[in-house]
Structures are given as structure tokens and as C-alpha cells.
């Protein structure tokens, strides 16, 4: 199997370069664009054009793979999760960035078998990275190996995260009282690039300590979190007893080792190591976690992909990191 499943992660990396192709091509032309659940909830002509490509592809060499895809599950296609070898997908993580030109763009490919993610490739386009990762043989960025930042300290730390697409008044105080609790503990600076992925990215190759996010969803992650997983990483929810992937709340960092019991009420992350106290997610109105990977683990520990509640859409997966 396992030379199957090479087959098809150089399979993903050929269909993201050729998506990256579009992308930047689209980036000369005048773009149609539309909005989603919010007026800054975007999609454009671009993103349904790449997911289709990529949709054709796999149904052509794989015929018997199954598919999760962020249009496909906007236009009414179920986000439903089987045993199956499954591609999860985000064309154009980073709509709004793309539609400004501002250069954060990807595209993300998740690969998963038996509900395990088993590989996961991201191509920031516009500055023509290619991260990969497979499950057990670590993490490149355009084929150097990945490391997570070895920083044991909060106070020494750039922490990544985003605004989101909420403008509702209560969700965007919450933001930054999140924000303003994190710089006072205090960090060295708070980042975000606007690409979910890249974020996660960007913790993979050491250059941020942390990155949380909320109210995300499963095709913006499973690329990545294999990427983070293999580079030493963990992905975590602190509300979760478990480790999982989520759809809804994602937390990853480059701090490895065992949550301390003080962080039991901050918001998610992606991490070389502890996340940051305080945050709160009390709007979040979801349910969802992430993936917790100790050192040398790897990505093949137990984790879960939940229900989100939130809408406009509710992936139903349970999904092993």
C-alpha cells in the first residue's frame, strides 16, 4: 500500500503545481467575486475552477478514492468521511488574500486512509513553496527538511493567528481581548499571513512558535497538520481530553511535551510546544479540536475529526492525525 499512496502524494504535488499555474495566471485578470456566509466570506470563479481540476484528476487516476472538497461541501455536496482512501481539499486557502493580491495564497491537499491523515501537501503559490509531509518520513519545504522552533519560552515567542470573517461586534471583541491578553503576557509579536495553512506552515519551518485559530474547518487544515505533525510539531484543543483534528478550532505549536494544567482554558493551537493561557471561545458556538503529537510520534497517534455546529457548514468526520 504504502507505494500507493506515494503514488498518489506525487500525484497531489503535480495537481497543486498546476493549480498554483491557475492562480497566478488568474491573478492578471479581472476576477468575479462572490461571497459565501459574510460579505468578507469570499470565493471566487478561481477556487471553484482549481477543485474541479482537481476533483477530475483524482476521478480519473483514482477512480475509487473518495472526496471532501471546501466548494464541493458549499454547494451541498456531503462532507462525509469513510474508511475510503480520501483526498480533503482547500483550492484557494487565502480567497481574501488572493482577490488583493496580497501574496499568502495555497493550495491544500490532505490525503486520508482508514480516517488517518497519511499525507499532506500545501503550495503556496505566489511565493512558490511546496510544503509536504508524509505520515513517519518528516516534512520538506521544497525538499529541505522541516524543523519546529526549538523555543521553550512564551515571552520569546511570535505567535501566529487571524481575524476571521465574523464582523459580529461581540465576536471581534473577543478577538482582541484574545489578542490583547497574549501580547501582555507578554510575546514578542503577534503574526498572520491570512492562509490558515501557510500559518501552520510558517510553525513546521520554525518561523512562528504557535498559531490559533477559530472557527476553521477540516480542508483548511489536514494538509498541514501532517506538515506540522512531521516537523515536530503538535496540534492541540485545550477543552478536549483527547487529541484530534478539528473542524472548527485548531491549535498548533512548536512546544512539545505535556499540557500544563494552567492552559486548560486557552483557545487552540498548533505549537512547538504549550499553547498561551487565557483565550477565550466562548463565541465559538462549536464543537471541535485538535491534534495533539508528542515528540518522535509522528502523525499516527488516535485523533478525531468531530461535528462542527457552526454554520454554513457542519463536516461530519472523525479523523486520525
Not at 475552477?49 to 472538497?69: R, T, Y
Not at 487544515?221 to 483534528?245: F, H, K, R, S, W
Request: hydrophobic share 40%; charged share 20%.
Amino acid at each position: 500500500m504504502a507505494d500507493l499512496w506515494q503514488e498518489a502524494m506525487d500525484h497531489a504535488v503535480a495537481l497543486a503545481k498546476k493549480a498554483g499555474e491557475i492562480v497566478r495566471d488568474a491573478l492578471q485578470n479581472e476576477m468575479k467575486i462572490m461571497c459565501k456566509s459574510s460579505s468578507v466570506d469570499l470565493v471566487t470563479k478561481t477556487d471553484q475552477k482549481v477543485e474541479q481540476l482537481i476533483i477530475d484528476s483524482v476521478k480519473e487516476k483514482f477512480p475509487n478514492h473518495g472526496f471532501i472538497g471546501e466548494e464541493s461541501v458549499a454547494a451541498g455536496q456531503p462532507c462525509l468521511l469513510t474508511d475510503d482512501p480520501t483526498w480533503i481539499v482547500d483550492p484557494v486557502d487565502g480567497t481574501t488574500n488572493f482577490v488583493h493580491g496580497y501574496p499568502f495564497v495555497a493550495v491544500c491537499i490532505g490525503f486520508a486512509v482508514n480516517k488517518m491523515l497519511e499525507f499532506g501537501v500545501v503550495y503556496s503559490c505566489i511565493e512558490d513553496k511546496m510544503y509536504t509531509a508524509r505520515r513517519g518520513k518528516g516534512a520538506f519545504c521544497n525538499g529541505d527538511p522541516l524543523q519546529v522552533s526549538d523555543q521553550k519560552e512564551i515571552n520569546q515567542s511570535i505567535i501566529a493567528t487571524e481575524f476571521g470573517s465574523s464582523r459580529d461586534p461581540e465576536v471581534v471583541d473577543k478577538i482582541f481581548s484574545n489578542m490583547r491578553k497574549i501580547l501582555c503576557l507578554p510575546v514578542h509579536g503577534i503574526r498572520g499571513s491570512g492562509s490558515a495553512a501557510v500559518n501552520m506552515c510558517l510553525v513546521a519551518a520554525g518561523c512562528v512558535e504557535a498559531y490559533y485559530e477559530v472557527g476553521i474547518h477540516c480542508w483548511d487544515v489536514a494538509a498541514a497538520a501532517v506538515i506540522v505533525a512531521e516537523a515536530g510539531g503538535v496540534l492541540v484543543d485545550l477543552e478536549e481530553p483527547e487529541p484530534m483534528m478539528m473542524p472548527w478550532r485548531l491549535a498548533s505549536a512548536s512546544w512539545r511535551g505535556s499540557r500544563p494544567q494552567s492552559l486548560r482554558s486557552s483557545s487552540s493551537w498548533v505549537s512547538s510546544g504549550p499553547p498561551l493561557p487565557g483565550c477565550s471561545t466562548e463565541y465559538q458556538g462549536a464543537t471541535a479540536a485538535g491534534g495533539d503529537v508528542g515528540e518522535g510520534d509522528g502523525v499516527g497517534g488516535p485523533a478525531g475529526l468531530r461535528p462542527g455546529l457552526a454554520p454554513p457548514i457542519k463536516p461530519t468526520l472523525s479523523l486520525r492525525i
